[in-house]
Structure formats: C-alpha cells, structure tokens
C-alpha cells in the first residue's frame, strides 16, 4: 500500500512538472495586424496577452533623452533624436514616435540571443523597441542599421520567466519588418506584405502554415482556437477581407475589429490548453495621421493621444498619462499627461 501511495504521489508530481512546463511555454500570446493596402490610413493593430495582470500607463519622451543598454562596457548608448509616446508595463512593449514608425514587441519562445559576450555591443531587451523608436524614422533605416550594425540583445527575467520576444515595426509608409533572434543573430523579414505576427511557432514557419488555408494557397478551413498559428491565420484572413474606409475612423474601426476577434478572453484554461493567456490590453496607432489609441480590456474606454499636441521638444520633460491609478480616462488625453520621473525598466540577466 505505501509503495502504491508513493508511486502515485511521483505520478503526481511528474504531471505537475508536465502542466507547469506546458503552461510556461503556452502561457503568452500576443498579436499583431498592420492594414497598409487601405488608401487611407497606415494603421496596426496589437494585443498584450498575459497569464498575469500587465497594468500599462503611457509616457510622452522628448528628444534630447540619453540612454545607454543597461549591459556593461560594451553596452549600446545614444541620444534620442525623436520624441515617443510608449505604453510602458516593466518594459517598453509598444510604442510610436513623431515620424510614424511604431513597433511592437511579442513573445515567442523560440526565441535564442546566444551566450552573453561582453566584447561585443550589447542592448536590454526592454529597451531593444525603445532604441528603434528613439533612432529611426523609418522600417528601412531601423532595419540597414540592424543588418549593418550587429548588436546581442541580452534577455531579462520578467514574473520568473526569461524573456524571449521578437520585435515587429512598422512606418507611415507602409513599411514593415519583424525580427526574430534565432541561433543567436537576428532574422529580418523586410517587406509591406508582412503585416501579421503573432507567437509560435516562429516566423517562418508561420507563413508556411497561413498557405494551407482557404484564401492563401490551401483548403483548409478558417482556424479558431486560441492558439498562436491559429491567430496568425484569421489575422491575415479579417485583414485580407476587410471593406474599403471612407474615412480615418473607419480605419481605425477596421484594425479594432480584426484585433478584437484574435483576442484571448478571460477565463480558465481547459486541460487541453493550460493557461490560455487573456488579453490585458490593445493598441492601435495611426501612423498617417500619429494617433495613438489604447484600450484596456478592464475599461469599457477606448483612449487617444494626438502626438502632435505633445511637447517633444528637447529639454520639455518626460511626462505621463495614469491608467493605473485613473482606468476611467475616456476620449482625446492628449492634454492630460503630467510631468513625472522617469520610469525604470526590467534589468538585464548578466550573471
């Protein structure tokens, strides 16, 4: 009877290790969908998915700001040559800055930045989009210094996980490229007709999946679970069919369609699928017309910020816009940031 008794508590203690390993490679999604076909308005779409609260509040970034990487000797350092508005939730997940060029960052667990090299120019993952947005006005640039210029992102700890993202970015062009970190060095997908990302798998073998669907090559049905290559499938399938906008708005209506429909609910896992990952938030950013616009699922208020009624002027002072503390913001906020200090960010794992 003890020996049962024992070998049913490893059992046990194996399927936990089973789920709990399952959950922590399932556990995240996010999304991303960029309508730029429209003859509008370039506007994209993301979603913030977590397994745990992400409370955000938005900060308005002057030029002028000095930063460095956070990784050592060696460490990237620069000066903001434009001003940002991020969304800022223990890193600087999303953002836009006053050129138009906007970028997101996702989780994908594959993700692999090799061995930490102190010799070589290094960067924190929670200020890799930061450093984009600070530097670059458009994907082509971003993209030539990033082919040009190799630099490590070094991954930081975020709620006990190691951080593993890649980053897609966007501009008022058009524009777009993601950046996936595999077997240590970056892999660029530069081009207008990549406008979706989601999580795993990664990139590659996302594109190779979406052909075998109605629509893209292939006669599969119209996926939808939850999971990311299913959201990676219906993202493209509502932004391939949506109609013609009359106007800014409708633009706008169409990316929040789309990215409310690849959004995870609420809820408890099935057995199936532990730890779906809920939707905690969404952007979407405007780049023709550099508007700003940000919903949190805990908010019936969708909110706006116009960056060109922000002081991006260098020495203007970073300022910020609660949600924390204020959820119930509704409309133009475009004048209701306040001065503040500035924030700090998760810190690399340098051992």
Aim: charged letters at 25%; glycine letters at 8%; proline letters at 6%.
């Amino acid at each position: 009877m003890k020996n049962e008794k024992r070998q049913l508590k490893k059992v046990f203690i194996v399927a936990a290790i089973v789920i709990t390993s399952i959950a922590l490679k399932y556990a995240d999604a996010c999304s991303r969908a960029l309508w730029n076909d429209n003859k509008q308005a370039v506007v994209v779409g993301r979603t913030l998915d977590w397994f745990m609260p992400m409370p955000a509040d938005l900060y308005s970034l002057p030029r002028g700001i000095k930063r460095d990487g956070m990784t050592g000797k060696n460490t990237l350092t620069w000066t903001a040559k434009y001003g940002t508005i991020v969304t800022y939730s223990q890193a600087v997940s999303d953002g836009m800055n006053e050129k138009g060029l906007s970028g997101h960052l996702l989780w994908l667990a594959e993700s692999d930045y090799g061995k930490f090299d102190p010799e070589k120019p290094s960067l924190n993952i929670s200020l890799w989009l930061q450093y984009y947005l600070d530097n670059f006005a458009t994907v082509k640039g971003a993209v030539e210094f990033t082919e040009k210029t190799p630099f490590q992102i070094v991954p930081a700890t975020i709620d006990g996980r190691k951080s593993g993202v890649h980053l897609a970015i966007e501009d008022a062009s058009g524009d777009s490229a993601v950046i996936e970190y595999l077997k240590g060095k970056p892999t660029i997908y530069h081009g207008k007709e990549f406008t979706v990302m989601t999580n795993s798998p990664p990139y590659e073998e996302q594109l190779k999946n979406l052909k075998q669907y109605q629509g893209f090559g292939g006669d599969k049905a119209l996926p939808g679970t939850t999971e990311a290559a299913d959201r990676f499938v219906r993202g493209a399938y509502y932004l391939k069919h949506l109609t013609q906008p009359k106007s800014n708005r409708e633009c706008v209506a169409g990316v929040l369609s789309v990215m409310r429909n690849i959004s995870a609910p609420f809820g408890e896992s099935d057995p199936g699928r532990p730890n779906i990952s809920p939707t905690r938030w969404r952007t979407v950013c405007d780049l023709t017309n550099l508007v700003y616009f940000f919903e949190s699922t805990t908010s019936p208020n969708i909110i706006w910020v116009k960056l060109k009624e922000l002081d991006f002027s260098e020495g203007a002072g970073i300022r910020k816009l609660d949600l924390v503390k204020n959820p119930d913001r509704v409309g133009d906020c475009s004048r209701q940031f306040e001065p503040s200090e500035p924030f700090s960010v998760l810190k690399p794992d340098i051992e």
